[in-house]
């Protein structure tokens, strides 16, 4: 290959890879139905087009022995414990609103990714993926139904 060529493939990488490697805010938004029983506990992840675990935006709720419960999360992530750390918190009551915000690349966006939650409860049903939203620009903001414990769930682009 020539030099000139050569120069002008790595100008054309280097231009290209900010775009590659942008990401922004998205905050998810799970707000939870009054089903009349204990804290939630929740797990938002990110999966690809083909269902393959990518990572963990959130898990409410701290204890681990219960995480088995967020069953398709647990078997996808093969529990994820080493890379909990930051992005943990409470489990959240009946009527709340779990709100938080994870660093999203830019490329994701339209590219078959789907966001899911998986949602259980003490002393009451299990609720593997009960939320799936595509992650699509059309899909921003606009509200997505759960099955059980979730009364809506959204994202937003900031």
Same mark, same amino acid.
């Given at each position: 290959?020539?030099?000139?060529?050569?120069?002008?493939?790595?100008?054309?990488?280097?231009? +290209?890879?900010?775009?590659?490697?942008?990401? %922004?805010?998205?905050?998810?938004?799970? *707000?939870?139905?009054?089903?009349?029983?204990?804290?939630?506990?929740?797990? +938002?992840?990110?999966?690809?087009?083909?269902?393959?675990?990518?990572?963990?935006?959130?898990?409410?709720?701290? $204890?681990?022995?219960?995480? $088995?419960?967020? !069953? @398709?999360?647990? %078997?996808?992530?093969?529990?994820?414990?080493? %890379?909990?750390?930051?992005?943990?918190?409470?489990?959240? &009551?009946? &009527?709340?609103?779990?709100?938080?915000?994870?660093?999203?690349?830019?490329?994701?966006?339209?590219?078959?990714?789907?966001? %899911?939650?998986?949602?259980?409860?003490? @002393?009451? =049903? @299990? !609720?593997?993926?009960?939320? =799936?939203?595509?992650?699509?620009?059309?899909?921003? &903001?606009?509200?997505?139904?759960?099955? *059980?414990?979730?009364?809506?769930?959204?994202?937003?682009?900031?």
């Amino acid at each position: 290959m020539s030099k000139p060529l050569l120069t002008l493939l790595a100008t054309a990488c280097a231009l +290209a890879m900010p775009a590659l490697a942008h990401s %922004r805010p998205l905050m998810l938004t799970a *707000q939870l139905k009054n089903y009349g029983g204990d804290g939630a506990y929740l797990a +938002a992840y990110l999966v690809d087009a083909k269902g393959s675990y990518v990572r963990t935006l959130w898990v409410a709720g701290g $204890k681990a022995k219960y995480h $088995k419960h967020l !069953s @398709d999360w647990y %078997r996808l992530s093969a529990g994820d414990s080493k %890379r909990l750390n930051g992005v943990t918190g409470a489990s959240v &009551g009946a &009527g709340s609103t779990l709100k938080v915000t994870a660093e999203l690349a830019d490329a994701l966006m339209d590219a078959g990714y789907e966001i %899911r939650i998986d949602a259980a409860a003490e @002393d009451m =049903r @299990d !609720s593997p993926s009960e939320v =799936r939203i595509p992650l699509s620009k059309a899909n921003a &903001g606009k509200p997505q139904d759960g099955k *059980q414990y979730i009364r809506s769930a959204t994202f937003q682009l900031q």
